[in-house]
């Protein structure tokens, strides 16, 4: 006998599952989320790794959480609390360095070391970004239309986006094009000189696509990365008060005071399918779970190819799905420290240690990191972005102790020769080379290290491929084509079965968007 039935059970105990729950709950319905692992999170989890030291394990810093959700939600009483992080230091192996901070005089004349053009430009780029960004925000709430349909509802979405675009003035229509179609380098190039403050902008063009700072369609990722830092402090990258597990945990406790079953280390295995429509789950423990409503929040590779038999879902359909990419490209180190870093370019300890730093040095640094991946072998010389979080939460180290985050690309999934599991070490190691040119002590404090390869976040987090984002963020897959044309709207081929992760729109990133999105249109009340 299945046991009691539900209104809904949500697959997967990450933000955005949690938050799918959070807001069918606060409908009234009667809502199960099963998580696989001990803890809940995802991606955006704390743990305690080593005594002492809770680690932001994958995700390290917030920006992107919808305004909306924190309010509607009221996350902040149930202890969520984002502290800023300010700026962006990048190192150079000349000794110099770049350090944009929040402050935009002090950026400016930061740049105009560098070069004064450049200086003024920067002032107009950041222009520019703001109006693409205020395009393109409102689309993060809404379910995308389809643009086959001739549905009124998706016409009518066709029309506003249309409208928008033509209520642009001309420079921005002409510069959004440019994001949709070039790559961030030579975006960037239009506007600056300086090899280094190109590079280190260039970064977040790629994060958590297999592609390299030079190819086409990376521009659009840096808009996607700079929609959290417009409109005031609140909404620039921050860190979450105890780690991004803590964003997790909030939403949790407001999913579970609005009546939502939470369990851990329950673990699906199959969606039950009767008739085309999706009846509930069964456990790997065996467990049955009856719902009238299946919420996925892990991926396609997941929800459709492994709970799902393909007899239940349609060849064309099954095919998308085998093409959606995945392709990690990225992995994560994490080590505990016994004192802080010292950099070259600018010893001591200060305020440059409390923003990202990030070892972009150059843009054919830059290339040549991905050059290797391309190949299939892990950068000999990766792009690290890096935090100290211990700096603006101390709570999260003993006293006196640090943490520091490193994500690093290149990491590819698929291996030219050898396995991630005989390569974990060496490609920790080759993180701790790098970063020694630029912070010599550093090998002298490391208490700990924690290194996540692509397959351990497949492996331990349910990434396929270790994706970050339940699937590259690439033009082709976004919006209407997330995670499949035809299927952008939370909706599945099965009835009854609803997509609400990352990988479906808007896509990755802490950003809460597509659990809420999915809820809402499912309640009916979403546009
Ligand atoms: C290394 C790394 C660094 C990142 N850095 C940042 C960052 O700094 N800032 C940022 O905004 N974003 C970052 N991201 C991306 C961001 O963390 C993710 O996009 C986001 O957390 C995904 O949330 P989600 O709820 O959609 O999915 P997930 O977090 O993937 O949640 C899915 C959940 O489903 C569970 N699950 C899997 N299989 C099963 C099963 N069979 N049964 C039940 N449950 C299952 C998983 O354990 C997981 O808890 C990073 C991601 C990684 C991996």
């Not at 780690?243 to 280390?265: K, M, Q, Y």
């Amino acid at each position: 006998m299945p046991e009691l039935a539900y209104d809904a059970v949500v697959i997967g105990g990450g933000h955005n599952g949690l938050t799918a729950a959070a807001y069918l709950a606060r409908a009234g319905r009667k809502v199960l989320v099963l998580e696989r692992r001990h803890v809940l999170g995802g991606a955006a989890v704390t743990e305690e790794v080593f005594p002492g030291f809770k680690f932001s394990v994958c995700s390290y810093v917030v920006s992107l959480l919808r305004p909306d959700i924190i309010r509607e939600l009221d996350l902040p009483r149930h202890g969520l609390e984002i502290l800023p992080l300010d700026g962006t230091f990048t190192p150079m192996p000349n000794g110099d360095y770049l350090w944009r901070v929040n402050d935009h005089a002090r950026t400016r004349r930061e740049i105009a070391r560098h070069s004064k053009l450049d200086a003024e430009a920067y002032d107009e780029y950041g222009k520019a970004m703001v109006e693409m960004a205020r395009f393109v925000k409102p689309i993060l709430d809404m379910t995308p239309p389809d643009p086959l349909s001739l549905n009124p509802r998706d016409l009518m979405k066709a029309v506003f986006l249309g409208r928008r675009f033509h209520g642009l003035a001309d420079i921005d229509r002409y510069n959004q094009l440019q994001l949709m179609t070039m790559s961030a380098v030579d975006f960037l190039d239009q506007w600056f000189e300086t090899d280094v403050l190109k590079a280190t902008m260039s970064a977040s063009g790629i994060i958590g696509t297999f592609l390299g700072v030079r190819s086409p369609g990376t521009a659009y990722v840096l808009l996607h990365h700079y929609m959290g830092e417009i409109d005031g402090a609140f909404r620039s990258w921050g860190f979450a008060r105890g780690g991004t597990g803590a964003i997790s945990n909030a939403i949790a406790s407001a999913a579970r005071e609005a009546g939502v079953d939470i369990r851990t280390e329950a673990a699906v295995e199959r969606i039950l399918v009767r008739e085309g429509t999706a009846t509930g789950v069964v456990l790997t423990n065996g467990d049955e779970i009856a719902a009238q409503l299946v919420l996925s929040s892990v991926d396609p590779h997941l929800t459709f190819l492994k709970f799902l038999e393909p007899r239940h879902l349609p060849g064309e359909f099954l095919d998308e799905v085998r093409r959606y990419k995945f392709r990690g490209s990225s992995g994560k180190v994490n080590l505990a420290l016994d004192a802080l870093p010292d950099f070259r370019s600018m010893p001591g300890p200060g305020a440059h240690l409390r923003g990202a730093i990030s070892i972009s040095p150059s843009v054919d640094y830059m290339e040549r990191a991905y050059d290797q991946a391309k190949y299939g072998e892990f950068s000999r010389r990766p792009y690290i972005d890096m935090v100290i979080p211990t700096l603006t939460d101390p709570s999260v180290a003993p006293p006196g102790k640090h943490i520091l985050s490193c994500f690093v690309q290149y990491a590819p999934y698929h291996l030219a020769s050898g396995t991630w599991d005989e390569q974990r070490d060496a490609f920790g190691d080759t993180v701790i080379d790098t970063l020694a040119e630029y912070a010599p002590n550093i090998r002298n404090i490391i208490l700990h290290r924690q290194v996540l390869t692509p397959l351990d976040l497949e492996r331990e987090f349910g990434l396929t491929e270790g994706n970050i984002f339940q699937g590259e963020l690439t033009l082709e897959q976004l919006f209407f084509a997330r995670p499949v044309p035809g299927w952008a709207q939370y909706t599945t081929p099965v009835r009854n079965l609803w997509m609400c992760g990352s990988a479906t729109h808007p896509g990755g990133g802490i950003m809460g968007a597509p659990g809420r999105n999915a809820a809402l249109r499912l309640l009916g009340q979403h546009a």
